[in-house]
């Protein structure tokens, strides 16, 4: 069965770090692209960043360029997501998704959601 859960959030201050954790069972990493999502109350869910089953990443949100940064170790099963700088804007439930392709492309196309977890940035 395939799943995917999140871990890492938590209260940071305006300008801490956080890393995040999609870890995946029921299916083969390698093969596979993964996205991070995030959606803050009342917004809809926003296409965060994406990795390709050969280590490229792509970044949706404008907002994330630059202080963000996605990574995979297949040996481990997990996807992590580094989040630098981090701004009140950011404050969201960050979950992770599986693509059935080995490329990202557009944050459309993805499934197997995981529950979330939330990250709060508030000083």
């Known amino acids: 069965q395939v799943r995917l859960v999140e871990s890492g959030g938590g209260l940071v201050q305006p300008g801490g770090s956080l890393r995040l954790s999609c870890s995946v069972s029921g299916f083969t990493l390698d093969y596979y692209a993964i996205g991070w999502f995030r959606q803050a109350p009342g917004k809809e869910r926003e296409g965060v960043s994406c990795i390709s089953s050969s280590d490229s990443s792509s970044y949706w949100a404008d907002s994330v360029k630059g202080r963000f940064t996605i990574s995979r170790d297949n040996a481990w099963n997990t996807v992590y997501l580094q989040m630098n700088s981090l701004k009140p804007e950011d404050t969201a439930v960050y979950s992770c998704?599986?693509?059935?392709?080995?490329?990202?492309?557009?944050?459309?196309?993805?499934?197997?959601w995981g529950p979330g977890t939330q990250v709060t940035v508030s000083s």
């Open positions: 998704a599986l693509r059935l392709d080995a490329r990202c492309g557009g944050p459309g196309g993805f499934g197997s």
